[in-house]
């Protein structure tokens, strides 16, 4: 198939010039999404909401089959924190390729392995750095978050979680087991066995029905509470896992004293803590690691998305206290990626030396400030949130009654609508939160401010459009 090359407006438009070969190349992406769905599984995700067929990308753009280009806010799910096909990533795979280094080792010692292990300890608290251990798992987060889970039952002998609202952690079965969704889990038997659920402090929807500061305390509170209750019906749990900003479920942040809380309230009864950094790692949110705005220490950090510089790669990182594995008690086949630990040595270097750490706080900031100055305009703007390059917009219908928290009810069927005028208009966004009512904005670290511009342009002129009278439910 040809594709044309490059050369087109930044509003996902092809020109007149290529119309011709735009036209053709749009017949050939019809044809291929034709037969993803009749072969495919119905289990597909972004294929539903992006019906594109992306064929180049550099940086935050995209270029479809058809010619258009988008601006991707995306970031396959925060996993591309240079963007795509960074020439640093680029040219760690090139000189590992040309290096004839094994691409698949298992478990085996290698260079490549030895430079990714100190350029990831390099990144770590140093409390934590100088007292941790690290596992290779399977590619995946959710292969991460299962490893974190046995590690600590094997270590306390326990059994039982902690685990909270909203969360998400995966979709294996005790990472689902922890995940907060119920749709995802209804269809799935024991998919909550051995799993205590706790209320995530969520400002805007508080669980206790009050809000800010004083909805944090209360989650603590009746954490601290049911754990101390002998007619409470938990059991001491082997572990509790926690996202510092929750992703998937919306881009909602923990409060930093809310997290020490947890860390305290573990650690007085000898609870391990884990913290889910698969997306709020690398930069992410402001920090390098999102559990250093609060300064809290877990007890194991599970990573991947962007430690591999856009490539598969997953680990816990953990105390040594609990380094009670014999031998063989956690493998997995594809632990030994070589090509992905160059690049994301590559990456996690590059994001400290470019200080993007620091640039991903103030774009997100600013951001974030735009976005909370166009609520007036946009009443459908109900709640906008998170941390860094990790934002969530969540839209409402602002003629519905209001909660005891004075916020109205979601609106999803309006937020899907936005989703797609967006894609229109060139910007991929996708949705997340309850009800999936969240706009969430995952722009690379390396995003311009001309980017950054552009993408709330864009996104405020689909939902202006989307949301007019008549439009909010």
């Known amino acids: 198939m040809t594709v044309p090359p490059i050369t087109l407006p930044t509003s996902g438009k092809p020109s007149t010039s290529t119309s011709t070969s735009a036209s053709a190349s749009a017949s050939a992406s019809a044809s291929i999404l034709r037969r993803q769905r009749d072969r495919e599984s119905s289990a597909r995700t972004y294929a539903r909401s992006f019906p594109i067929v992306p064929v180049r990308a550099k940086g935050m753009m995209i270029e479809g089959t058809d010619g258009r280009r988008y601006l991707d806010c995306l970031s396959g799910a ?8 960074h020439p640093v990533v680029m040219e760690a795979i090139r000189r590992t390729m040309e290096s004839g280094a094994p691409l698949h080792v298992l478990d085996l010692a290698t260079p490549e392995k030895d430079d990714f292990t100190d350029a990831l300890f390099e990144t770590l608290p140093k409390d934590f750095a100088d007292r941790a251990r690290v596992h290779f798992c399977g590619p995946a987060g959710t292969d991460a978050v299962e490893a974190a889970l046995k590690l600590m039952q094997t270590a306390t002998g ?9 969360a998400y952690h995966g979709m294996t079965a005790g990472a689902l087991g922890a995940t907060g969704s119920v749709a995802v889990k209804e269809q799935v038997a024991g998919g909550a066995a051995e799993v205590t ?10 669980p206790f029905g009050v809000g800010g500061e004083r909805g944090a305390e209360l989650s603590a509170t009746y954490t601290e509470r049911l754990l101390d209750d002998p007619s409470g019906g938990v059991v001491r749990p082997a572990a509790m896992i926690l996202e510092a900003v929750q992703g998937e479920g919306g881009a909602v942040p923990a409060p930093d004293g809310w997290l020490r809380e947890m860390r305290r309230i573990t650690a ?3 609870i391990p803590l884990i913290v889910d950094e698969v997306q709020t790692g690398v930069g ?23 430690i591999g510089g856009s490539l598969p790669l997953a680990v816990i990182v953990y105390d040594q206290d609990y380094d009670g594995w014999l031998p063989g008690a956690h493998t997995g086949t594809f632990r030994g990626n070589t090509l992905a630990m160059a690049t ?11 200080g993007l750490v620091e640039r991903a706080a103030t774009v997100g900031a600013r951001m974030k400030a735009r976005l909370e100055g166009a609520r007036a305009e946009l009443p459908v703007i109900g709640d906008v949130r998170g941390r860094g390059l990790m934002i969530g917009v969540e839209l409402i219908d602002p003629e519905g009654p209001v909660d005891s928290c004075g916020a109205h009810p979601y609106a999803p069927e309006l937020a899907g ?8 208009r060139g910007l991929i966004v996708e949705l997340g939160g309850r009800f999936d009512a969240t706009l969430r904005l995952l722009p690379p670290l390396t995003i311009s401010d001309e980017q950054a511009e552009a993408v709330l342009d864009r996104l405020m002129d689909a939902i202006t459009e989307v949301s007019g009278p008549g439009r909010t439910s």
């Open 78 to 85: 925060g996993t591309l924190a240079l963007g795509h096909n």
């Open 158 to 166: 326990r059994r039982g979680v902690l685990a909270f609202t909203g």
């Open 197 to 206: 659920r706790l209320p995530y402090p969520y400002a805007y929807r508080c």
């Open 268 to 270: 007085e009864r000898g």
């Open 284 to 306: 992410r949110t402001g920090a390098f690691w999102a559990v250093e705005h609060s300064g809290i220490r877990p007890d194991a950090i599970v990573m991947s998305k962007a």
């Open 344 to 354: 994301g040595a590559a990456t996690l270097r590059y994001v400290t030396q470019e």
């Open 417 to 424: 609508r936005v989703r797609a005028a967006c894609l229109d």
